[in-house]
């Protein structure tokens, strides 16, 4: 082969490695490129609708998991209810019935009761609001207001006054509220 030949064939040869690095080029910035961003795009996309996913099947258990919690709740705060606070209808004999008991187990003298009906609106329960005055010794005056408030119905005191009597005594004058069902 000729020199000539030989330099033809080189030519020939950059040519076509040239015109193949440009192909190569366009096809990566062409074709590779594009496809590639899609691509990620379409996994991220596909990752973040399996986060979503996640998230709600999570929320889905809770869900599951508190619907099968609320028959036993249900029973419960029914029992708690049927204990501890009784129907209007019933309220006002079982404060009076329940003030007598005390005053009889702590040895004090029941000297004025009052009783007022309160219900706020948005309150699921009302308030049957006590004014009880009682006299006796400081140790009875003290079981008395314990034994109110630890009573088994739903009985919150509001607020209580020690106060001097005419005999010499101690008296008490004590505000509470007892829940009824309305």
Same mark, same amino acid.
């Given at each position: ?18 015109? &193949?690095? #440009? ?10 490129? $594009?496809?590639? /961003? +899609?691509?990620? %795009? ?67 003298? &029941?000297? #004025? ?10 309150? $699921?329960?009302? /308030? +049957?609001?006590? %004014? ?51």
């Amino acid at each position: 082969m000729t020199a000539r030949k030989r330099r033809d064939w080189a030519r020939i040869t950059l040519i076509v490695a040239l015109v &193949l690095i #440009g192909l190569d080029l366009a096809a990566y910035f062409g074709l590779e490129r $594009p496809l590639a /961003h +899609l691509a990620a %795009r379409d996994e991220q996309q596909f990752t973040l609708t399996r986060l979503d996913w996640l998230r709600e099947k999570a929320r889905w258990a809770q869900l599951e998991k508190r619907n099968a919690a609320i028959p036993v709740e249900d029973r419960e705060l029914r029992a708690f209810l049927s204990e501890h606070i009784p129907p209007r209808r019933e309220g006002f004999s079982r404060a009076a019935l329940l003030i007598q008991h005390l005053t009889q187990e702590s040895g004090v003298q &029941l000297s #004025g009761i009052a009783y007022n009906v309160e219900h706020e609106k948005g309150e $699921p329960f009302e /308030h +049957l609001g006590l %004014r009880v005055s009682v006299e006796g010794p400081f140790a009875g005056l003290l079981t008395f207001a314990h034994q109110l408030e630890t009573a088994s119905d739903f009985i919150v005191v509001r607020s209580f006054k020690f106060t001097s009597t005419a005999n010499n005594d101690l008296g008490l004058e004590l505000r509470a509220d007892l829940y009824l069902m309305p």
